[in-house]
Nanobody, 128 residues
């Protein structure tokens, strides 16, 4: 089981940017699903962005055009570049890495549901 470590969160004003990082070493999956989810108090957990081993990405509608997910295989690191941040982006952000097969549900769905295979999270707070 991969135990990721997230970093890069902080407090910014609306319209600002942050770049989250997720160090996720130790996984040996030939094919994988990696991504970010977020949880805000009183709100449902949300899958934010995912990338699978063929490089294809998927974003939640709420972040399309503002967030970009990427990975650095050499550093075993996953990133989430967040631009044009809004107060509603305020949440604890987590990353996860899962094995993934051709017949698995959509990666965004799986990442949203992760509980044990995610890190401790990094807090993002956006003020208006």
């Amino acid at each position: 089981q991969v135990q990721p470590v997230e970093s890069g969160g902080g407090s910014v004003q609306a319209g600002g940017s942050l770049r989250l990082s997720c160090a996720a070493s130790g996984y040996t999956y030939n094919t994988f699903c990696m991504g970010w989810l977020r949880q805000a108090p009183g709100k449902e957990r949300e899958g934010v962005a995912t990338i699978i081993s063929d490089g294809s990405t998927v974003y939640a509608d709420s972040v399309k055009g503002r967030f970009t997910i990427s990975q650095d295989n050499a550093k075993n690191t996953l990133y989430l570049q967040m631009n044009s941040l809004k107060p509603e982006d305020t949440a604890m952000y987590y990353c996860a890495v899962l094995p993934y097969g051709d017949f698995d549900p959509p990666c965004l769905f799986l990442i949203r549901a992760v509980s044990n295979s995610r890190g401790q999270g990094t807090q993002v707070t956006v003020s208006s």
